[in-house]
């Protein structure tokens, strides 16, 4: 693929076809379908994105008589020939760069057909440009099959061109076009929640930051991020270039301030939050549907997935005004008014895809020294602080410091007075008793998942915790029944904090467990169904199928013995 190119490159290319008849032009079929596609949809006015030396609207002149037109395009050499045309006074052409807009108005109420005619190959910022059409107008738009030093972007077929624009167009004609080489696509531009901007805050996330910008489009109208000045990679030019306004941020160890001096520069009247190494899934329309199912909320739970499986809710999606983020780390947002739930959208947190390694190291070796430290300090100011105890034993518990994780999920299941969340005071007993196991304490173990499970019944963590110990007991049999009780848990549809889903119902993780009792107690077909069903389960890791499939091998071949 080559790179997106300045206005000096389009101005050479074509200062090189001067003189040369539209109808001899390679492009000239594609001017014709898109013409025959604006007269079919009874156009009014015509605004022609990247129109480039005029050849379309001359065909539109001809075909669509009583069309009124708009085109625009970066290169002044372009605009220069188009405007040599004389077409009449209903053709207008613009030397502008498209990033800063096109204020167009269609005065008269017609309807309107926006072209994007062989030019969103030519930019990264391609769902942005198209994100700035208003909701309800009809988009026309023809995209190649085939690499150019001009490209960033090619498709091998027009589904693969609807699948990337399917957020912001709702694509209802596709079209092989007669040079062989290009598709096009007609639709309407998806209603959307208006007044969104993404907030980032970024350091280092090249990687990942475009995916994350790009799963936005259609949904948000701005995107701001604040990059640190120490950052060394491209993340800021990535940002840039499609369509992020950019601001730089002198680092202060505090993620608060950081989300706070973006919030600063939010000029719309909601804000949308990712990290660059994360993205958004969601359907077509999901987050304007919810936003007006309810009107009065002030900030909406999003469920966040994380890269093992588990998965929490934060308020990701808020009204700019009144809200605030404190903590300097595990930051806690307060909203100015109600908080509802958005049911569909999803955030994908993924630093191994959506983050480079050495930006990992850098940022897991920031945790375990900054973050710890922090956590502390803050203890030292307020003993009864319990939300940093946690996320403390949390750090001690990532780094594989186990006393030093027990030590802190205790002391917060032990301190009066602090301001613990039952998800939280759950999660802090069964990590305190995976601290216990790792140790050999297996006592200790017992007696937190038996505190876990006064805490919160209808969670699996807690029958998960107590299997595993009666497991290491070598009590198969008790492993089995704790193990049969976790699996009977359904996994909380509106959980706080992380649900790990692959030991609630139906997971993985849990299956293995009661597949593995079933080994050790004999019972080798239940062992040997319960395999095959983890093999056909997309969930299973990669690294896990070998074991597992050696596992319905053994059992198998214990069934073919007793036979």
């Given at each position: 693929m080559?790179?997106?190119?300045?206005a000096?490159?389009?101005?050479?290319?074509?200062?090189?076809?001067i003189?040369?008849?539209?109808?001899d032009?390679?492009?000239?079929?594609?001017?014709k379908?898109?013409?025959?596609?604006?007269l079919r949809?009874?156009?009014d006015?015509?605004?022609?994105l990247?129109?480039?030396?005029g050849?379309?609207?001359?065909?539109?002149?001809t075909?669509?008589?009583?069309?009124?037109?708009?085109?625009?395009?970066?290169s002044?050499?372009?605009?220069?020939?188009?405007?040599?045309?004389e077409?009449?006074?209903?053709?207008?052409?613009?030397?502008?760069?498209?990033?800063?807009?096109?204020?167009i108005?269609?005065?008269?109420?017609?309807r309107?057909?926006y072209?994007?005619?062989?030019?969103?190959?030519?930019?990264?910022w391609?769902?942005?440009?198209?994100?700035?059409?208003p909701?309800?107008?009809h988009?026309?738009?023809t995209v190649?099959?085939f690499?150019?030093p001009?490209?960033?972007?090619?498709?091998s077929?027009?589904?693969?061109?609807?699948?990337?624009?399917?957020?912001?167009?709702?694509?209802?004609?596709?079209?092989?076009?007669a040079?062989?080489?290009?598709f096009m696509?007609?639709?309407?531009?998806r209603?959307?929640?208006?007044?969104?901007?993404?907030?980032?805050?970024a350091?280092?996330?090249?990687t990942?930051i475009?995916?994350a910008?790009?799963s936005?489009?259609?949904?948000?109208?701005?995107?701001?991020?604040?990059?640190?000045?120490?950052?060394?990679?491209r993340t800021?030019?990535?940002?840039?270039?499609?369509?992020?306004?950019?601001?730089?941020?002198?680092?202060?160890?505090d993620?608060?301030?950081?989300?706070?001096?973006?919030?600063?520069?939010?000029?719309?009247?909601?804000?949308?939050w990712l990290?660059?190494?994360e993205?958004?899934?969601c359907?077509?329309?999901?987050?304007?549907r919810?936003?007006?199912?309810?009107?009065?909320?002030?900030?909406f739970?999003?469920?966040?997935?994380m890269?093992?499986?588990?998965?929490?809710?934060?308020?990701?999606?808020?009204?700019?005004?009144g809200?605030?983020?404190?903590?300097?780390v595990?930051?806690?947002l307060?909203?100015?008014?109600?908080?509802?739930?958005?049911?569909?959208?999803?955030?994908?947190?993924?630093?191994?895809?959506?983050?480079?390694?050495?930006?990992?190291?850098?940022?897991?070796?920031?945790r375990?020294?900054?973050?710890?430290?922090?956590?502390?300090?803050r203890?030292?100011?307020?003993?009864?602080?319990?939300?940093?105890?946690?996320y403390?034993?949390?750090q001690?518990?990532?780094?594989?410091?186990?006393?030093a994780?027990?030590?802190?999920y205790e002391?917060y299941?032990?301190?009066?007075?602090?301001n613990?969340?039952p998800?939280?005071?759950?999660?802090?007993?069964?990590?305190a008793g995976?601290?216990?196991?790792m140790?050999g304490?297996?006592?200790?173990?017992?007696?937190?998942?038996?505190?876990?499970v006064l805490?919160?019944?209808?969670r699996?963590?807690?029958?998960?915790?107590?299997?595993?110990?009666?497991?290491?007991?070598?009590m198969?049999?008790?492993?089995?029944?704790?193990?049969?009780?976790?699996?009977?848990?359904?996994?909380?549809a509106a959980?706080?904090?992380?649900v790990d889903?692959?030991?609630?119902?139906?997971g993985?993780?849990?299956?293995?467990?009661?597949?593995?009792?079933?080994?050790?107690?004999?019972?080798?077909a239940?062992?040997a169904?319960?395999?095959?069903?983890?093999?056909s389960?997309?969930?299973?890791?990669?690294?896990?199928?070998?074991?597992?499939?050696?596992?319905?091998g053994?059992?198998?071949?214990?069934?073919d013995?007793?036979?």
């Amino acid at each position: 693929m080559g790179e997106e190119r300045a206005a000096a490159y389009y101005d050479e290319v074509h200062g090189r076809l001067i003189g040369v008849p539209a109808p001899d032009k390679p492009w000239f079929p594609i001017w014709k379908a898109v013409a025959e596609q604006v007269l079919r949809l009874e156009a009014d006015l015509v605004i022609d994105l990247g129109c480039g030396t005029g050849e379309l609207a001359s065909v539109l002149s001809t075909c669509v008589p009583d069309v009124t037109y708009w085109g625009c395009d970066f290169s002044a050499v372009a605009i220069e020939q188009a405007r040599s045309l004389e077409l009449g006074e209903r053709y207008g052409f613009e030397e502008r760069d498209l990033r800063a807009g096109f204020p167009i108005q269609n005065r008269d109420g017609g309807r309107v057909v926006y072209v994007c005619c062989e030019i969103l190959e030519h930019i990264q910022w391609d769902l942005t440009l198209l994100a700035r059409v208003p909701d309800g107008a009809h988009v026309i738009a023809t995209v190649p099959d085939f690499d150019d030093p001009g490209h960033v972007r090619h498709f091998s077929s027009a589904r693969e061109a609807s699948e990337r624009y399917m957020q912001i167009v709702d694509v209802v004609h596709t079209e092989d076009l007669a040079t062989g080489h290009h598709f096009m696509l007609e639709g309407r531009r998806r209603e959307h929640a208006p007044g969104i901007t993404l907030a980032m805050i970024a350091r280092d996330e090249e990687t990942g930051i475009g995916r994350a910008i790009e799963s936005a489009a259609g949904i948000v109208d701005d995107v701001v991020v604040l990059v640190d000045e120490a950052t060394t990679d491209r993340t800021a030019k990535i940002a840039r270039g499609l369509g992020a306004r950019v601001i730089g941020y002198r680092w202060s160890d505090d993620f608060a301030a950081a989300r706070n001096s973006a919030l600063e520069h939010v000029r719309t009247p909601w804000v949308l939050w990712l990290d660059g190494h994360e993205h958004l899934r969601c359907g077509p329309g999901e987050i304007g549907r919810g936003m007006r199912a309810d009107p009065g909320a002030a900030g909406f739970w999003i469920e966040v997935e994380m890269e093992g499986g588990s998965r929490h809710r934060h308020v990701r999606l808020h009204r700019a005004k009144g809200a605030r983020w404190r903590n300097p780390v595990h930051n806690i947002l307060d909203v100015d008014g109600p908080v509802a739930s958005l049911s569909g959208p999803v955030v994908v947190h993924d630093r191994y895809s959506g983050q480079s390694r050495e930006s990992r190291a850098r940022r897991n070796a920031q945790r375990d020294e900054h973050v710890t430290a922090i956590l502390e300090e803050r203890i030292r100011e307020d003993p009864k602080d319990t939300r940093s105890m946690f996320y403390l034993g949390q750090q001690h518990r990532d780094a594989g410091r186990w006393e030093a994780a027990h030590y802190w999920y205790e002391r917060y299941g032990r301190t009066e007075g602090g301001n613990q969340w039952p998800e939280e005071s759950l999660i802090a007993a069964a990590n305190a008793g995976r601290a216990a196991l790792m140790l050999g304490d297996l006592e200790a173990a017992l007696e937190c998942a038996h505190r876990a499970v006064l805490v919160m019944p209808d969670r699996a963590e807690c029958r998960m915790l107590e299997g595993d110990v009666h497991y290491a007991r070598r009590m198969y049999a008790e492993a089995l029944t704790a193990f049969e009780q976790a699996e009977a848990c359904a996994p909380p549809a509106a959980a706080r904090l992380w649900v790990d889903r692959s030991i609630h119902q139906g997971g993985w993780k849990v299956l293995d467990n009661i597949s593995m009792c079933c080994w050790h107690l004999g019972e080798h077909a239940r062992g040997a169904s319960l395999c095959e069903r983890l093999l056909s389960m997309d969930e299973l890791p990669a690294k896990e199928r070998p074991r597992v499939e050696d596992n319905l091998g053994w059992h198998r071949g214990k069934l073919d013995g007793d036979g």
